[in-house]
């Protein structure tokens, strides 16, 4: 177990296994497991195959252009018009009439939206933008709720062959204003607020509190464009803001969409901060809307005709971008939109929402799964979820005791669960298991999917043997991969390909099993060093978890003067095991990690807090533990959701020492 090639020490999580049923593999589409090797054989092949279920305005001759990496260009010949794939070609089809959106409001409001009423509201609205001086390649920043009209913006400003730069709405001025700075951005689209926890959560007064920031920069936004959803008072400044609902009408359901090459920009991303200053993910058209569709449909078994699809991800992440927003509707899928919180009014919401729309398919992120967890499975028990065939996960690696309490709560003890790897720089997903195909490993994703090669090397780009970990790496070009970032080629280069020059660094770390299944071990930047040994965040926080009093779990590596670095470990427990002291919880815990995992990994110190630091996407921000576990003044903390939560935990730890 030494540190000589730059690997990380590992130890096997879990063994248990789960093939798909018998009956499940019959009804699936990808059942063979030929898929694999021929999309290997020739993965362009494959991956023009899958482009070619898009509609081409002209179709395209060349596949991928990897003639000046790493600056990849797929289909570039061809046409298309993204959002006329998500819309008007269903309704060519004769689907008009088959449901695109259930959206469900916090408040209990409703509406269903087929796919002809959304083509009409975007059709009306792109006219809209192009009177607003909207055109292709202009970028259009969007702060809003998660509100029909928020996926109707995207695609107008997608039909009109312009870039979206979707802020989530919990964002506050600040870092709105630093996105619509680096992308200079003309129009915003907002709301006046949206519904959040069983209150008003402006959005307006945000969005005019960023444009009047003073800070060094000409501002480029000339107009803003305002949805009514709160009916909260704003205040709307003459000849910049405009109310969406009043200018609409002026509009009619007509517009005819224009053709742009394949490598036009579709939209910017900005990261979301969990390891340093954003960066503007750029992602083109044809590329990504092929992955993302083909994703959507194999990953999910997708049956558009009878799926009732649900992602719960916000539009502001990826995850929405890709799997509310382009995948589902480019497949014609009916989903649910769902505007609030899970436990708004309470606990209950989610599971009563897929018991009212027979939601079959639920993609959603640990972090909820652990919080639901922790509230008991005697909450989702009362509702009737058994419309569940699927279940998918996103965001962070999935420990094998949140795995097993999704499938049997929530899955019936029978449904797959698609434990899915990417990231933003990625666009869709690369590595997933295929529900009619793949034996199941809780905590695992398992296998690149078909027509992606990844592998997991050392430090100088070797490939580590069965059993090993390192560093995740994708090796080939695929189509939704980040063009660019955002007016900083050079970091582009720097940040994703310095390190082993034609293959892509995801900074992931990841282990390989014996069978050669891929297990992530959290960001390279968390890896711990201790006593020479290199130790994965994720391990030892799954351990912790697998605990029956600990309901989440955060592990960093602070500096230790005799190991280098040594385990300091955050727990959450679960609501009945307060009786338990902190000192009681603290012996415990480092006992059953030392047994799980061996003594290396047996914590220096656990605290048990009330909370833990996250993201707005629900991501544990590691580096600001860290800080507090060494006793530093605390970093940046703006795209934490509730900032108060380190004031809290570094008191906590200053009476503790
Ligand atoms: P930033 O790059 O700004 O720090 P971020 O990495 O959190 O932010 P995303 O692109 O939303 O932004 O997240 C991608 C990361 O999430 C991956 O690199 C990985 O660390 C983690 N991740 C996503 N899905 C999984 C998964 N199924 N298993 C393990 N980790 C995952
Ligand atoms: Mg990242």
Redesign the pocket.
């Known amino acids: 177990m030494t540190d000589q090639h730059g690997t990380i020490d590992s130890h096997p999580l879990d063994t248990e296994t789960y093939p798909p049923s018998a009956e499940f593999a019959a009804q699936a589409s990808l059942n063979d497991s030929s898929v694999y090797w021929r999309a290997a054989e020739d993965p362009e092949n494959y991956w023009a195959q899958e482009a070619r279920k898009l509609q081409w305005s002209r179709p395209f001759t060349e596949t991928l252009d990897w003639s000046n990496p790493p600056f990849a260009k797929w289909f570039a010949d061809g046409t298309l018009n993204v959002a006329a794939n998500c819309l008007d070609r269903h309704l060519a089809a004769g689907l008009g009439d088959r449901v695109a959106i259930h959206f469900e409001g916090e408040p209990g409001d409703t509406r269903t939206i087929t796919y002809a009423e959304l083509t009409h509201e975007v059709k009306r609205a792109a006219n809209m933008l192009t009177s607003l001086g909207v055109k292709q390649g202009d970028r259009v920043a969007i702060y809003m709720p998660m509100i029909p009209e928020a996926i109707v913006s995207m695609l107008a400003v997608a039909r009109l062959g312009a870039i979206h730069s979707v802020v989530f709405g919990g964002f506050s001025a600040e870092s709105l204003r630093a996105r619509i700075d680096d992308a200079q951005a003309e129009l915003v689209i907002t709301a006046d607020g949206g519904n959040r926890k069983g209150r008003v959560s402006a959005l307006k007064p945000t969005v005019d509190d960023a444009l009047a920031l003073q800070n060094g920069t000409e501002l480029s936004v000339k107009r803003v464009l305002v949805v009514q959803r709160t009916g909260n008072d704003i205040s709307m400044q003459e000849g910049r803001d405009l109310w969406w609902h009043e200018e609409i009408t002026s509009y009619d359901g007509e517009h005819t969409a224009q053709a742009f090459p394949a490598e036009n920009p579709l939209f910017i991303l ?7 200053r ?2 503007g ?1 750029l992602h083109t058209s044809g590329g990504y809307l092929t992955q993302a569709s083909s994703t959507h449909r194999n990953v999910f078994d997708l049956k558009p005709e009878t799926d009732v699809y649900w992602c719960t991800a916000d539009i502001g ?3 929405g971008h890709s799997y509310v927003v382009y995948g589902p509707l480019a497949n014609g899928a009916t989903q649910v939109v769902y505007e609030g919180t899970p436990e708004t009014p309470d606990w209950g919401r989610w599971w009563q929402i897929i018991e009212k729309y027979g939601v079959t398919i639920l993609y959603t992120a ?1 972090t909820a799964i652990r919080a639901c967890m922790k509230v008991g499975r005697q909450v989702p028990e009362q509702h009737d979820l058994s419309s569940i065939r699927v279940l998918g ?6 420990n094998p005791e949140a795995w097993r309490w999704y499938r049997d709560v929530i899955g019936a003890g029978t449904a797959p669960i698609v ?8 666009g869709a997903m690369m ?2 298991p295929l529900p009619g195909l793949t034996t199941l490993k809780p905590g695992s ?1 398992q296998v690149p999917l078909p027509g992606i090669s990844i592998a997991v090397v050392d430090d100088e780009g070797n490939a580590v043997d069965r059993g090993q970990g390192g560093l995740l790496v994708v090796q080939r070009p695929w189509p939704s991969m980040v063009r660019t970032i955002w007016g900083d080629p050079d970091r582009f280069v720097e940040t994703y390909w310095e390190k082993f020059g034609d293959q892509y660094f ?3 770390g990841a282990r390989l099993d014996e069978d050669g299944d891929i297990w ?1 071990l ?2 390279v930047d968390d890896v711990m060093n201790v006593s020479g040994h290199r130790l994965s965040t ?1 391990e030892i926080e799954s351990a912790l978890v697998g605990h029956h009093a600990v309901a989440e779990a955060a592990v960093v590596g602070a500096s230790d003067e005799t190991t280098g670095q040594a385990v300091v470990a955050f727990v959450i427990l679960k609501s009945q095991q307060h009786l338990l002291t902190p000192e009681e919880a603290e012996q415990e815990l480092r006992g059953h990690v030392a047994q799980a995992i061996g003594a290396i990994a047996r914590p220096r110190q656990v605290f048990v807090v009330n909370e833990l630091p996250k ?1 707005r ?1 629900g ?1 544990i921000m590691r580096r600001l533990l860290r800080d507090a576990a060494e006793g530093r003044e605390i970093g940046d903390t703006t795209t934490l959701a509730d900032t108060a939560v380190m004031q809290t935990i570094s008191l906590r730890m200053r009476s503790d020492q």
């Open positions: 900005y990261t979301s901060g969990t390891t340093g954003p960066k993910i992440w990826i995850t640990p996960s996103v965001g962070e690696p999935i434990d899915t790897w990417w990231q933003t720089e990625t590595i997933s994703a995801a900074g992931d992530l959290g960001r994720t993201t996407s991501k």
